[in-house]
């Protein structure tokens, strides 16, 4: 779908005020660990951007210096289907791929952050949200914590209206789909928002969700 003139000046203006707000926007400063594969970038509902795949690359490299055996990072950037529909939002998908240790996943599918009609907001969000897992992920290989064993620990961020069905916030700041289904002991009707549990989180077929959720109290939280 192509995008008219106002929407390619939009994007451009977003993406030149978040390259002013960093604190070391250089990408010269950055010591870089080239991966393996390069670099994919795929767009959906948009022509490809060389002012968002620049913003991308950059945000690539930045993330780098944090672990230097990254060896693939593939972004699908989601753009909505009409940028004149209010609300309407972008939407970032991250994989980054390590040895020795499960994939990096970051879907921002459902995330519904109002933020995230700005373009350079949504890569940002995303690529925050891949440092915090690559950081605990090279925490657990050098052994500083114990990998997650079973079950991880969230909480309640939302139900769907009208459906048996919600989303969990996980200690990362991603979310998680659950469905009724999913809860243990019948306790779907006693959930709320806040409410601590924990689950076994899953790739399904429109991102990560939840096999498996069980209440628990907080002064079971460790």
Do not use: Y
């Not at 970038?41 to 055996?69: G, M, T, V």
């Not at 040895?99 to 350079?120: F, L, N, Q, R």
């Amino acid at each position: 779908m192509a995008r008219g003139a106002g929407d390619v000046i939009t994007i451009t203006v977003e993406i030149e005020a978040a390259r002013k707000a960093r604190p070391n926007a250089a990408p010269n400063e950055i010591k870089e660990h080239p991966m393996q594969t390069p670099l994919d970038i795929s767009f959906q509902n948009s022509e490809p951007s060389e002012e968002i795949r620049s913003e991308i690359e950059w945000h690539a490299k930045h993330l780098e210096k944090f672990h230097d055996r990254i060896t693939s990072c593939n972004v699908t950037v989601i753009a909505p289907r009409s940028r004149h529909q209010k609300g309407g939002l972008f939407k970032i998908d991250i994989r980054i791929a390590m040895p020795s240790h499960k994939d990096i996943i970051v879907t921002k599918t459902h995330d519904d952050a109002p933020e995230h009609e700005h373009v350079a907001v949504a890569i940002k969000d995303a690529f925050d949200a891949a440092q915090r897992q690559i950081e605990d992920a090279v925490r657990e290989m050098r052994g500083q914590i114990k990998p997650h064993e079973g079950e991880d620990h969230g909480h309640v961020a939302k139900f769907l209206a009208g459906e048996n069905c919600g989303f969990i916030e996980t200690a990362d700041g991603r979310e998680v789909f659950f469905h009724r289904n999913s809860v243990l002991d019948d306790a779907f009707d006693r959930l709320t928002v806040g409410s601590e549990v924990r689950f076994v989180e899953e790739m399904g077929e429109k991102g990560p969700q939840a096999s498996t959720v069980r209440l628990i109290g907080k002064h079971h939280l460790q």
